[in-house]
């Protein structure tokens, strides 16, 4: 036996590795997608998050059921936490659904993909560069994308401002509009008290050419995480001034903060 497949045999389940065969991925015979997907990464990857999902962040999922079983589709939610769990978290939620699983990819920060090795990995397992151009590709490849239209504002933000939403931008809506994309808006409850931060030092961050640098305990404490998916919100793609796309971006804005409110309202303790 090669050691592969030894840690497969100890790492993967045999479910799991059905489950991930049926979901139908459009792969090389390499099997890499053009962006670095890799069926087999994603196992293990799926297996080690099962663990922390379940049993970690003990995560209750409501509404995944949302998602529709196929097409393009924006999954959009609030972003926090200093590293991308609530990412994490989203994609096992719809890939470990037992109807019409998906795969989402996850548009990730710049920053990420220029750490040795973890860009690669990210990539094996559904991350991409979070760029309009690898987005408008994705969607019209017919994938289901999670963004977080706060970006670094929402990852970086302190304790002090938590289930606070900052600006989201205009670009995911466009992307919305011109691939008839429906968006499917998620308010993630948890991971604000993941890694709680009471400061940033922006000279430190700026020499080390990171996003931020936190001031946090070095380490990811086990809250309890809630994720609330909404209903789809269609929009056509008239074409409008950007004051309306705003309006609509806005109007994604609040389901998403009602959302977060339902979530905070269901919490009955932090951990």
Not at 56 to 84: C, D, K, M, T
Not at 90 to 119: C, H, N, Q
Not at 216 to 226: Q, S
Not at 261 to 270: I, Q, T, V, W, Y
Request: charged fraction near 20%.
């Amino acid at each position: 036996m090669s050691l592969a497949s030894f840690l497969k045999s100890r790492l993967v389940s045999a479910e799991l590795d059905q489950h991930i065969n049926r979901i139908r991925k459009p792969i090389g015979t390499l099997g890499y997608d053009p962006w670095g997907y890799n069926n087999e990464a994603i196992k293990y990857g799926l297996s080690i998050t099962k663990q922390i999902y379940e049993k970690y962040f003990r995560v209750q999922a409501h509404g995944v059921e949302n998602i529709p079983a196929e097409g393009p589709v924006l999954i959009i939610a609030n972003h926090s936490g200093q590293l991308p769990i609530d990412g994490l978290l989203i994609g096992y939620a719809l890939a470990s659904r037992e109807k019409d699983a998906r795969i989402p990819r996850a548009m990730i920060e710049r920053f990420f993909p220029t750490v040795p090795w973890l860009g690669n990995l990210l990539n094996e397992v559904g991350a991409v560069l979070g760029d309009p151009i690898n987005c408008a590709k994705m969607l019209a490849n017919g994938e289901a994308v999670i963004v977080f239209p706060e970006g670094i504002r929402g990852s970086g933000k302190l304790y002090q401002d938590r289930y606070q939403l900052k600006r989201f931008g205009n670009g995911f809506m466009h992307l919305a509009m011109k691939y008839k994309a429906p968006i499917v808006p998620v308010g993630v409850v948890g991971c604000e008290e993941t890694i709680p931060a009471i400061a940033n030092i922006k000279p430190l961050a700026k020499a080390l050419g990171i996003p931020y640098a936190p001031v946090a305990m070095p380490v990811v404490l086990p809250a309890k995480v809630h994720l609330n998916f909404g209903a789809p919100m269609y929009f056509d793609d008239l074409e409008i001034p950007e004051e309306q796309v705003t309006e609509r971006v806005e109007t994604v804005k609040a389901e998403i903060s009602r959302l977060i409110d339902k979530g905070l309202s269901e919490r009955k303790r932090l951990f």
